[in-house]
């Protein structure tokens, strides 16, 4: 069974900076991207970059490029979502995700975390 | 790049049928087969329910279905039941990134 862990809510303080988790176990991790999704308050899904574990390969929305870093650790299957220094509008549901086609990252999200709920507030 | 565009909200009666759509570019539903749909109820995490256009992951209902034309997408429900009350969000393959629409909320009256 395909399971996506991800670490729990985090609060914190603009400037600040955060790193989440995301464990995967049920699959071979390196053979399937990992995305990582925004759902900011009562609001919609958006796509902020995706992660190829097998060899690194990472592309960001231009939304987010350069406001987050994707990166992972295939020796113990986890990818990570990390923040230098966190705004008041970073405060929103993270959701990672895996790709529904091994190799390919076209085919959408067919397993998905549980969510990581980061709230920055002073 | 734009969020696709979705209507904010359709309602339905137990048994009929709805259909959402999903307007993009040529940039993007135009031109890749790579449109997604997801489900999402209150506090949960989004569901796969189509991929590449028109195909159901296992154990999806086959009242859901997809279909694309020019650059508009569109999910259909069909039998509709009250547990398909939720947010629906379509997304579209590009050739640097992905892109997912606004949401609309589905009603069962």
């Known amino acids: 069974e395909v399971q996506l862990v991800q670490s729990g809510a985090e609060v914190k303080k603009p400037g600040e900076s955060l790193k989440i988790s995301c464990k995967a176990s049920?699959?071979?991790?390196?053979?399937?991207?990992i995305g990582w999704v925004r759902q900011m308050p009562g609001k919609g899904l958006e796509w902020m970059g995706i992660?190829?574990?097998?060899?690194?390969?990472?592309r960001y929305s231009p939304s987010f490029q350069g406001q987050v870093t994707i990166s992972a650790d295939k020796s113990i299957s986890t990818a990570y979502l990390q923040w230098s220094s966190l705004k008041a509008s970073d405060t929103a549901m993270y959701y990672c995700a895996r790709s529904a086609a091994y190799y390919y990252d076209s085919s959408g999200f067919s397993d998905w975390g549980q969510g990581t709920l980061v709230t920055v507030s002073s | 790049q734009s969020a696709l565009t979705q209507p904010a909200s359709v309602s339905g009666s137990p048994g009929q049928s709805i259909t959402i759509s999903c307007t993009g570019t040529s940039s993007d539903v135009g031109g890749y087969n790579y449109v997604s749909w997801y489900q999402q109820h209150p506090g949960k995490a989004p569901k796969l329910m189509i991929y590449?256009?028109?195909n159901r992951p296992s154990g999806v209902s086959n009242r859901f279905s997809g279909s694309k034309s020019g650059n508009t997408a569109s999910l259909t429900i069909s039998g509709l039941q009250t547990e398909d009350e939720a947010d629906y969000y379509c997304s579209s393959y590009t050739s640097s990134s992905t892109l997912f629409g606004g949401g609309t909320k589905l009603t069962v009256l």
């Open positions: 590449d256009v028109s």
């Open positions: 049920g699959y071979s991790f390196t053979g399937f991207w």
């Open positions: 992660i190829y574990p097998g060899d690194s390969d990472t």
